[in-house]
């Protein structure tokens, strides 16, 4: 039998296992303090090693170093002293492709206007918000007015279904219909025989004045959509949310992270009416289920059963689901709902799980139901209600009298037993001569803390004597027992009938902690179509049940004075499993120094700050600044822009078109705006051209080159000025002072300008201008880009069909980019340029080269995977007898691996499936809102001795349409720490064909799901 500690954690029936499609997120991002070029500590980073215990990284010293390190002959990662400050060969050779001039664009009265509350930015990269995820969306959360990208959820499909799966005996079973506003429902719905969130959905979108929610867990977009509907109509939507599902923690003695759900998140984000609930106790739980709608009016509904608001529930559960129009149910659900809302809290998008403080009693539910359900000469209330510890009152009590009062039968199929009254009780209807039939939750039956109640009641069966009924236990998972998601499959019901008249059903397992802690419904309901229809779902449910074997010797019961002692005072929990080791220190960067400012080669979030570099980079400059920006948010980098303006820096800003122009609605349905900081700049007359790519292409490029024409400094990589790269990213830059590849980015910046276009003052105008119904009509540019890059595929594109291949066999509307056609680096034979811009500049072939340039690993970290050419050319390396022994890994976006797909394979299981080792990673904040964490980095190393990084993604678009960079490096010490950084993204990251917590124990301690 487990040890007291587990056995108390068990009871609470609050924290459900990982399902097997749990959703994506990250670990904890604890931001590191600063890192200055002299060093300071790194904070520590939780591991997001599926269902590992975080380990704690090491402080280390990020310092920048000053010796020269040997050459690194493997992708190990180590701790490496720095060279001495970068230096810069002598001249720079020339460009091939002249640069296009800037046209002579008049920069006065550029539409200026007041810039409005600060907008996020929608910023859709290589898929788009219409496929389900938002990009490089960089909210600026800190600020109550801020908006984000509407959100378009993944929708969470059935999982494909076994030969074997069960569809619960068919929709045509027992049932009567409620008529609500013109249209009608099921009084009894039951999963897997007939779909229930689709008719939730129909009754929210029925409703005309109010929506009172009040769930254990939402994890239904459908649902989420319909309230966001019912909302734009004007209906009071309010929601009490369990505060274990807002505000999800680990138990001390398991490393299984549950995550807060998507939904929970666009509810708080968007700003809904919701407040959270605690149960009492150390483990309590708000575990209703229940809708009441339009609960004030004549005509109202109201639901309720063991069905959560889940997609688990949905898809892979045994599950009913009530709805009533009846007014006394309904009347009594809508005073408990009153009185679940007067003791909740109140909570918000930043709102913290230590900013609430529980109270360790409550008096009963003010809610009085009389005594009209009549059974075998007792009376029981039509709903019971809890917590509630007044003696005959509580689940426990009314269900225990209920089944005193049986006289010929009871048939129970629950979820979690631990109840010794109700265990009891049943052994009395036995001994009357009733027989007694009991299906449990086969993964709740196999444990020790639920598994010894279907023991004890099954070894009655083994003692019976003359006269007594006859007792049964069966066991029962799922409906599907050839699902490949096993952990998924449970028979989630909590009901049992009486004499086949009388039923109980509602959300309360048959527990001590249900009855007296938790927030429960329960419901006897003697409607006859009623009964016969949980009489037809027990039969069929039994005929799928196997045979729980009787133990030879009965086993000890705690007594009801035991388990009140473990709802009152719970022992203390087990000490948390073994974190993994800590990884390596970061290694330091080296010192790259530019006008009396010392700079890192590298930086990574989130384990330096990025965003004091791009100040310093800005505040560095003395003639010039040149920035390429896809996206603009950061306040401290306007200020600081406005302070090089001042003093007479020269600045040029080429910004992504679609960021200017913005079109379409935000997640409040309001027009969407450029960003504030983006407004800033034109309002305040700085030199501002935007730029479309070809086609679904997009100005991607995040650069920023100070004072190019002396040699200057550039810094490149993955990370967008803006909030969420700063706060909710994987994100990776470097700085460099070399002579070349800055006046490489000096001329391809000047090729940009002279693609570019000045601000248009009317159409800016019309943007800021255009009202919330016009935008609705709208189809966002950087939606139509992300929709085309998502699926690759190419919109009719009548110019081009009339153009001509180029002498190079280019077919673009844009003239080549510079190209320095120079190789100073080679690996294996292979050799490449400095650097590599697009469109048509060469980034795809140049990874396709390295690639099949390795001898001994390639290790790719991508935030967008499209390419079939790229995914083609590490088939062939793995492939390869020559290069067998070549290590292969690949770091994916959670979400992006998710939207691409290749041969209808979302990309990350394709790569799995051909064998790669691959990992998903979702952010570096586990608690983290998900419409913002990513891994946005893109970079590739091969042998440990050759990076290719920048802002390319792996797609054709970025190739061959987009505004790209790609820079190829091979310093030791640079490869070093992106090395490292390569082994942080894959520590944190899980098997795209195991799931979330694969990597750490099999399966969490056994604590149901509720």
Known sequence: MRSPPRLVLALVLALPGPSWAALLAAPDAVPAAALGVSGAPVSALPTVAAALSAPALAPSAAGLSAAAPPALASPAAAVLAAPAVESAPAAAPALVGAASAAPAADTGGRGKRAAGPRAADDSPEAASEKSGRAFDGAAARDAASTTVPERRFVKHGPPPLSASADDGGGPDYPHRTVRFHDQDFRAVYFRPNVPVEPDLVRAIDAAKTSIRLALYEFKQADVLDALRRARARHVDVKIVLDYSNAFPQSRPDDSYQPRRSPEIWALLREGFDVKVLKGLGQYGINHNKIAVIDGADPESLATFGSYNWSWTAENSHYENANFTTDRARVSALADYWNWLDSVAKPAGHDSKAADYAWPTSVAPPPVRVPLDVAFNAIHLPSVVLSPNRTPGESVEDRLTQAVGAAKSSVDVSIFALRSTKIAEALAAALKRGANVRLIMDAGQAATDVFGLYAQWLAHLETTRASGDGRIEVRTLAGPDPGSDFQLAQKDHHKF??????????????????????????????????????????????????????????????????????????????????????????????????????????????????????????????????????????????????????????????????????????????????????????????????????????????????????????????????????????????????????????????????????????????????????????????????????????????????????????????????????????????????????????????????????????????????????????????????????????????????????????????????????????????????????????KFILVDGKFLLTGSFNASDNADMNSFENDNSVDDPVDIAGYVWFFEQLWRRGWDPLKGRSSSGPARPAPMPGA
């Not at 004091?612 to 920006?629: D, G």
């Not at 406005?642 to 600045?651: D, F, L, P, Y």
């Not at 077919?811 to 294996?828: A, G, M, Q, R, Y």
């Not at 590599?836 to 990874?847: C, K, L, N, T, V």
């Open 496 to 937: 049992t009938i009486l004499d086949g008249k009388l039923v109980e059903t509602g959300s309360a397992n048959y527990t001590k902690y249900a009855a007296e802690a938790n927030f429960e419904n329960a419901h006897f309901l003697d409607e006859p179509t009623d009964a016969k229809s949980y009489a037809f779902m027990f039969e069929h449910m039994w005929g799928k049940a196997k045979p729980f074997a009787a133990p030879a010797i009965a086993p000890i019961l705690p007594t009801d004075a035991q388990l009140q002692a473990e709802l009152d005072t719970p022992a203390d929990p087990a000490p948390a499993p073994a974190a993994p080791g800590a990884p390596t220190d970061m290694p330091s960067a080296r010192r790259v120094e530019f006008h009396g400012q010392v700079f890192p080669s590298f930086a990574f979030r989130p384990f330096s700050p990025i965003e004091p570099l791009v100040v310093q980079a800005v505040r560095s400059a003395k003639k010039t600044l040149r920035l390429a920006l896809y996206e603009f948010t950061l306040d401290s980098v306007l200020d600081e822009l406005r302070a090089a303006k001042k003093r007479g820096v020269k600045i040029q800003i080429v910004i992504d078109q679609a960021h200017v122009y913005t079109r379409g609605k935000d997640h409040t349905g309001r027009a969407r705006m450029p960003s504030a900081q983006i407004q800033a700049l034109i309002n305040e007359d700085f030199d501002v051209l935007t730029l479309k790519g070809e086609k679904s292409g997009i100005q991607h490029n995040k650069y920023v080159l100070a004072d190019a024409e002396d040699g200057g400094l550039v810094m490149f990589g993955s990370y967008n000025l803006a909030r969420t790269a700063e706060d909710d990213h994987y994100e990776n830059v470097k700085f460099s002072t070399d002579k070349r590849r800055t006046a490489h980015y000096l001329a391809y910046f000047d090729y940009q300008r002279g693609l570019a276009s000045a601000v248009d003052p009317q159409k800016l105008d019309e943007t800021l201008s255009r009202g919330d119904e016009a935008a609705g009509a709208e189809r966002a540019d950087a939606e139509d880009a992300g929709a085309d890059a998502a699926v690759e595929t190419e919109d009719a594109d009548v110019e081009a069909a009339r153009r001509t291949p180029d002498a190079d066999g280019r077919l673009s509307k844009f003239p080549p980019p510079p190209e320095d056609k120079s190789t100073p680096i080679t690996v294996n034979g292979a050799k490449f340029q400095l650097d590599y811009f697009s469109p048509q500049g060469g980034i795809r072939d140049a990874w396709i080269r390295a690639i099949g340039a390795a001898k001994k690993s390639v290790e790719l970290a991508m935030f967008s995977f499209y390419s079939r050419e790229i995914a083609d050319a590490l088939v062939a390396l793995k492939k390869d007898a020559a290069k067998k022994g070549v290590t292969i890994r690949l770091v994916l976006d959670a979400g992006q691996a998710s939207l691409a797909k290749f041969d209808g394979t979302p990309v990350g299981k394709w790569f799995a499936a051909q064998g790669f080792d691959v990992r998903l990673n979702a952010g570096p904040d586990d608690h983290g809102d998900p419409m913002f964490q990513k891994q946005h980095s």
